[in-house]
């Protein structure tokens, strides 16, 4: 027990006689009232005002009637709120709209109005159901398929598994993901 007592002493005496540290400036304070902010969004810039705490789906979803990504979970776990910021397939619900400046941010919205051959392959593998996870499953199998044209069926299963279907419908949306892949130039089969 002696041991133990005075190298406790030891150690808080020593980080007690250590000088003082500036503390870092802070970084600059937005809000709490709404902020203006652009955001690039399928191609185009949009200016829209914030709360600095409102989340990139909220934003979108009520202020920029860009509604395909749902909020379910609202905890970054389901996926249905699925777009891609800068190449990279993200949530939306966990990114805040003002951290989302200056980054490349795709949708749906946007994947839709240039025809991509996964929008086609979901209707003829009838990969929905309900519906409601489908916007994040066609966002998160376009952004698979950039990285991985062409993939194999076991690939598109480890691939999006960041994605929850309730109705079940993994079968036909697997599918659709390899058909559109062999209709992606740079394929194995294409």
């Known amino acids: 027990m002696r041991g ?6 030891v150690l808080s005496t020593g980080l007690l006689e250590q000088e003082a540290q500036a503390a870092p400036p802070a970084a600059p304070v937005s809000g709490p009232a709404a902020v203006p902010i652009t955001l690039r969004i399928n ?17 979108m ?8 990504a749902k909020r379910v979970c609202d905890r ?23 951290d989302s400046q200056g980054k490349e ?7 839709s109005a240039k025809n991509h051959p996964i929008i086609a392959a979901f209707v003829a593998n009838d990969a929905q159901q309900c519906g409601y996870c489908t916007p994040g499953f066609v966002v998160a199998s376009k952004g698979f398929l950039d990285k991985h044209p ?9 691939g999006l598994g960041g994605n929850l279907c309730r109705c079940g419908t993994y079968m036909g949306i697997r599918q ?8 992606l130039k740079g394929g194995r089969n294409a």
């Open 4 to 9: 133990v007592g005075l190298s406790g002493g």
């Open 43 to 59: 191609g185009k810039s949009v200016n829209t005002s914030v709360e600095p705490r409102e989340t990139l789906l909220d934003t």
């Open 61 to 68: 979803r009520n202020s920029l009637d860009l509604t395909a």
């Open 76 to 98: 970054g776990t389901c996926g249905a709120c699925t777009i891609i910021v800068s190449g990279k397939v993200m949530y939306s619900c966990t990114m805040l709209a003002i």
């Open 105 to 111: 941010i795709e949708t749906l919205e946007g994947i």
């Open 150 to 158: 062409n993939p194999t069926y076991e690939e598109v299963k480890k």
């Open 176 to 183: 659709a993901v390899v058909d559109a892949g062999k209709q």
